[in-house]
């Protein structure tokens, strides 16, 4: 009886003991680690976890962490963190494989129920340093807010509008490394809850089999594949709602505008954008709108292919595009990419002022006056007097007629648009202006200001204001009103 229990101590409770300590000692590192960051993260942040996960088979992580900020007192609570490889031992020393690049074969982090409150204190100061940076050019409209009513930019306040009061995400990321084929792959996920989830897969290959952080680029990684994709989650349906409310019109009707003045805005810039780029566009712009890109390039694209390349048309062909939106394949191998960028095509066409006669320029309606055309008689009878007495004779009587009498001011000349030198232009910004380019292309708007060759020019379109930028060798005539 009493063999029977030592063996059965020896074959039993012993490797249970064993088994016991070595997850405890396995725990214990993933606690350390746990701590050693907390302490790391003290001159910026508080954090606080409720509880260590540590699965044998090689996931580890926390549940219940709670990051406060030291800087505004902002709260970001994490549902859970989770790390998990293919090679359990690669946590017990997980820094000193990485830098060695003795990766394990599959690698993964994700966070789970990152949430951060839009009127929480760093989203204030993220709105006031975007307002500060959108000072510069206020009266601008961002090119998503088109068509939008007043509104000039779908920022945090724009969403708080469209009834997000929070943003809460998963994300994902994992490496897959596989140094004998020399091969790795990198993966992304985020989703955002009632926004939209997106997902994005790369595939690599390296020349060399040493994948350590400090030798990467040495191995001359060439892309073989890359896969996005973007699934509205109910952000289109928010977004097209608010737009057509602030906008006073049905979706329908804010979507074609939106369309309308983004092509205007695209095309003042030189872009035209084919058809079938226009249908992307407007079926992810459509509630859960989903677009899928593939981009698998023959034998890899590497630095040598990219030095050889003579024109981005060359670069578009050798990606070897695939795109679905809403699962219908797009033609994109339809599109003449050279054909895309065209001279800026502005606005407003307005025929050429005569260049002979400057002066003869078109008055300002709200301040032009119909001058009294002079009748031929009095023509006639001026004429004859200038003949019969001379000028000076003239001049004389009406010094004796005025003499004694305080002169007045002659009245100032009305304003106009006039035509004004280029290097001039500086001295009016602000001003109305109408500018005409060498392609005979018109723009009237206010001048912003002149800078580094370029004019920056504000017109006002419907529900919006767009800003164009122009370059001085492109213009031909510029009329300042003043």
Request: glycine letters at 8%; a negative charge; charged letters at 25%.
């Amino acid at each position: 009886m009493r063999k029977l229990a030592t063996w059965f101590s020896i074959l039993v409770l012993l490797p249970a003991i064993l088994a016991a300590g070595a997850y405890g000692f396995y725990w214990y590192q993933v606690k350390s680690y746990a701590d050693r960051f907390v302490e790391q993260a003290m001159p910026v942040a508080e954090v606080t976890y409720g509880a260590i996960y540590a699965h044998p088979l090689g996931e580890v992580g926390v549940d219940g962490v709670n990051i406060r900020l030291h800087t505004d007192g902002t709260t970001i609570p994490i549902d859970s963190i989770r790390i998990k490889s293919q090679d359990p031992l690669f946590f017990l020393d997980p820094q000193g494989r990485i830098e060695s690049g003795d990766w394990p074969p599959y690698l993964s982090l994700m966070i789970n129920g990152l949430e951060v409150g839009l009127n929480s204190g760093l989203i204030k100061s993220m709105e006031a340093q975007a307002a500060e940076m959108a000072s510069l050019s206020a009266d601008a409209v961002s090119p998503n807010a088109l068509a939008c009513g007043d509104v000039q930019n779908l920022d945090t306040q724009a969403l708080r509008e469209m009834g997000y009061n929070r943003v809460k995400m998963d994300l994902m990321s994992s490496l897959q490394v596989n140094p004998a084929e020399r091969f790795v792959r990198i993966m992304a996920n985020a989703d955002l809850d009632a926004i939209g989830r997106s997902n994005m897969d790369i595939e690599l290959s390296v020349a060399g089999s040493n994948l350590a952080p400090s030798q990467m680029l040495a191995a001359n990684p060439r892309l073989q594949r890359i896969e996005v994709e973007y699934q509205d989650g109910g952000y289109n349906i928010r977004r097209n709602r608010f737009c057509s409310e602030k906008a006073g019109v049905e979706v329908d009707a804010y979507l074609a505008e939106h369309r309308r003045l983004l092509e205007q805005m695209l095309l003042s810039q030189g872009v035209d954008l084919p058809e079938p780029v226009w249908a992307m566009y407007t079926g992810v712009n459509q509630p859960r709108g989903r677009i899928n890109v593939v981009i698998d390039p023959p034998g890899g694209l590497g630095p040598e292919v990219m030095a050889g390349m003579g024109a981005p048309t060359e670069l578009i062909e050798r990606l070897n595009m695939r795109v679905r939106v809403n699962d219908q394949p797009v033609a994109i191998d339809t599109i003449n990419w050279a054909a895309i960028m065209v001279p800026p095509q502005l606005p407003d066409r307005m025929p050429e002022p005569s260049l002979k006669n400057p002066q003869l320029v078109e008055q300002a309606p709200e301040t032009a006056e119909a001058a009294p055309e002079a009748s031929s008689s009095e023509a006639s009878a001026s004429a004859e007097i200038a003949a019969e007495t001379g000028d000076d004779a003239v001049e004389s009587e009406e010094d004796d007629l005025l003499r004694g009498m305080a002169k007045r001011d002659p009245e100032p000349e009305p304003k106009r648009f006039q035509v004004t030198a280029k290097n001039q232009l500086a001295s009016w910004e602000g001003a109305q202006v109408r500018v005409y380019t060498e392609l005979g292309n018109a723009l009237s708007g206010r001048m912003l200001d002149v800078k580094g060759g370029e004019i920056r020019i504000e017109q006002r379109l419907q529900r919006g204001i767009v800003i164009y930028p122009l370059n001085l060798e492109q213009i031909k005539t510029v009329e300042v009103y003043r």
